[in-house]
């Protein structure tokens, strides 16, 4: 979910137990179209995503994802 007060960041909003939370959905952009990708919630260094009929690996340094050529 998209907050218009949360800096540009991606939210997952999910109720466990009666309660509501909020996490933050880490994005990243492709490389070669600047595309903002919404990754998976358990995604992790070393996993890979696709856009632009490519296939891109992905690193995590301070704290953001990055998107790189394999």
Known sequence: ???????????????????????????VSC????????LPEHVKAGDTV???GQTYKLTFEFGAFAAEKM
């Not at 490389?31 to 919404?38: F, G, H, N, S």
Request: aromatic content about 6%; proline content about 5%; overall charge neutral.
């Open 1 to 27: 979910m998209e907050c218009p007060n949360c800096a540009g960041h991606a939210l997952r909003v999910r109720e466990e137990n009666g309660r509501w939370s909020a996490s933050l959905a880490y994005r």
């Open 31 to 38: 490389p070669e179209c600047d595309k903002v990708v919404t």
């Open 50 to 52: 696709s856009c632009c």
